[in-house]
């Protein structure tokens, strides 16, 4: 997947919208256009911070369902991401935790939005849901029943959940590609706002090959130089928030100092590259030279 047809860049921030309790949900607060006006703040604290996609999340709905949620969960959802659709101009992702990659295939199908996460595509996790287990063909079937062109965002060995057996991390990136035609992957570390470590992003980047690995928790503008020189985009949200606490709004501040610090990374590393492409081709002149002159 080429992800400048979709952002416009070859490593995009994707910065995430957590919905305020839905209908349904044990915190439910009983107001959708309360909702709708966090979210609405918080799209546009992250579009006017730089970033360059948004995905929306049922994030305040804990404790989750492990499958299906509630109808009235979608219809809200597919609401809210219409109108941020409306609000600004960048792609919009949908996550419907936990894992009911069907409902958020039909929110994106239906809305127009580019592109899905999915926390467990294949394999079996355990989680504080239970066990959870893939349903990669059930989600492609689904796409394909749909004419939908939505890509899918599969995390690997997700946060906050363990494998059953022995994780290899190497073998769980290529199946969910390879068996689970995942568009791209997640990467992140045990826990919301804990990152992957640099060893493991570099082991999935190069398992995936071609296909883009995202750091999928634990971003700040402290460690993205580092961490995005072994990945190719970005999703971030807990860092951004004010003061760094979940549960306080975006700060459009933050927003701005984490995607100057990631762009300012990505300049550095494309002039030592070219720095190091030049130095070369200067060094082999003279080897070219005495080449024609014997």
């Known amino acids: 997947m ?12 994707i910065g995430v919208v957590h919905l305020l309790p839905l209908p349904t949900s044990p915190r439910w607060g009983s107001s959708l256009k309360a909702v709708i006006a966090r979210a ?36 809200a959802m597919s609401l809210v991401v219409q109108r941020l659709m409306n609000l600004v101009t960048l792609p919009i992702g949908v996550n ?7 409902s958020a295939m039909a929110i994106a199908t239906c809305t127009q939005a580019h592109f899905i996460r999915v926390n467990v595509l294949t394999g079996v996790m355990a989680t504080d849901q239970g066990l959870i287990e893939g349903r990669a063909h059930e989600l492609l079937r689904y796409r394909r029943e749909l004419g939908s062109e939505v890509k899918i ?14 994780p290899n991390l190497t073998t769980a990136v290529q199946e969910t590609i390879q068996r689970g035609l995942a568009d791209a992957v997640i990467l992140s570390g045990w826990s919301t706002g804990s990152p992957p470590s640099q060893e493991d992003l570099e082991l999935a980047s190069a398992a995936a090959g071609n296909t883009p690995v995202f750091i999928g928790s634990g971003a700040s503008w402290e460690n993205i ?5 072994a990945a190719d985009g970005v999703i ?15 700060d459009p501040i933050r927003v701005s100092q984490f995607v100057e610090a990631m762009r300012r990374s990505l300049a550095n590393q494309e002039n030592q590259a ?7 081709q200067q060094a082999s002149v ?3 030279l005495a080449a024609r002159e014997s």
């Open 225 to 229: 130089p580092r961490l995005i020189q």
């Open 236 to 250: 971030v949200s807990s860092s951004l928030k004010r003061h760094g606490q979940i549960e306080q709004p975006i």
């Open 40 to 75: 609405e703040q918080e799209a546009t604290a992250l579009a006017s911070g730089g970033v360059d996609g948004l995905i929306i999340e049922n994030f305040f709905d804990a404790p989750f369902t492990k499958e299906s949620v509630d109808p009235a969960v979608v219809s």
């Open 286 to 288: 003279p080897e070219k």
């Open 2 to 13: 080429d992800l400048t047809q979709i952002f416009k860049t070859k490593h995009p921030v």
């Open 153 to 166: 965002f599969a995390d690997v060995l997700v946060k906050h959940a363990r494998p059953l057996g022995s």
């Open 96 to 102: 419907v935790l936990r894992n009911d990659a069907q």
């Open 274 to 280: 070219k720095e190091k492409e030049d130095s070369t």
